[in-house]
């Protein structure tokens, strides 16, 4: 049994940085895939980003976040991290990571994952 924890949410005012974690337990980054999600009110939830160990992070960002939103992880910690600068109002989300077991040799997407963490919330607001 594995458990994803995020963690780092909270409210920040418009121009401000926040790094989320999401920590695996349980299991290790060499057996399961990470991606950062984020879902908004009345919204769909949108992929972010992934850590795939072997092929590293995955670049393709929605352009909602490119260039201010950055994934990295710490193997040895078994954690994903999400950095994100810049912040914009429409970025307030609950942000979410999933796994996806390498056996799939791809990114867990929206509607293919092994499991999810609880989330956590990011306001942006002045």
């Not at 060499?30 to 009345?42: D, K, L, Q, S, V």
Request: hydrophobic share 30%; aromatic share 10%.
């Amino acid at each position: 049994q594995y458990q994803l924890v995020e963690t780092g949410g909270g409210l920040v005012q418009p121009g401000g940085s926040l790094r989320l974690s999401c920590t695996l337990s349980g299991y290790t980054l060499h057996t399961y895939n990470i991606g950062w999600f984020r879902h908004a009110p009345e919204k769909e939830r949108e992929e972010i980003s992934c850590v795939w160990e072997e092929v590293g992070t995955t670049t393709n960002y929605p352009d909602s976040v490119k260039g201010r939103f950055t994934v990295s992880s710490d193997s040895a910690k078994n954690t994903v991290y999400l950095q994100m600068n810049n912040l914009k109002t429409e970025d307030s989300a609950v942000y979410y990571c999933a796994a996806l077991h390498k056996v799939f040799s791809t990114c867990p997407s929206v509607k293919k994952a092994n499991g999810w963490g609880q989330g956590t919330q990011v306001t942006v607001s002045s």
